[in-house]
């Protein structure tokens, strides 16, 4: 069956940095745009970066410049670079399609960026 499974995730500082993975499994990993969208508390899940099946990437506006997405179609991973963190950036991220929803949501991984 379709799993996604986040990792990665902490407690850190304000300006500090995170690498999050997604695992991939049971789908074609490769034909598919994929994302990391993120929910912070009491808030709507949003968008947080995209990358096509090419190469492609999209950021939100708000993380632009400090994070960048990638992948490993071999491994059927995603991943997330997170430097300069902000205290606004804490919230559980997840990986999906891009087109939010397309597979079962994971569980997360929390990431709080506190002084």
């Known amino acids: 069956q379709v799993q996604l499974v986040e990792s990665g995730g902490g407690l850190v500082?304000?300006?500090?940095?995170?690498?999050?993975?997604?695992?991939?499994?049971?789908?074609?990993?490769?034909?598919?745009?994929?994302?990391?969208?993120?929910?912070?508390?009491?808030?709507?899940?949003?968008?947080?970066?995209?990358?096509?099946?090419?190469g492609n990437t999209y950021y939100a506006s708000s993380v632009k410049g400090r994070f960048t997405?990638?992948?490993?179609?071999?491994?059927?991973?995603?991943?997330?670079?997170?430097?300069?963190?902000?205290?606004?950036d804490t919230a559980v991220y997840y990986c999906n399609a891009e087109r939010a929803g397309t597979f079962p949501w994971g569980q997360g991984t929390q990431v709080t960026v506190s002084s």
């Open 13 to 54: 500082q304000p300006g500090e940095s995170l690498r999050l993975s997604c695992a991939a499994s049971g789908f074609i990993f490769s034909i598919h745009s994929m994302a990391w969208y993120r929910q912070a508390p009491g808030k709507e899940r949003e968008l947080v970066a995209s990358i096509t099946r090419g």
């Open 69 to 88: 997405i990638s992948r490993d179609n071999a491994k059927n991973m995603l991943f997330l670079q997170m430097n300069s963190l902000k205290t606004e």
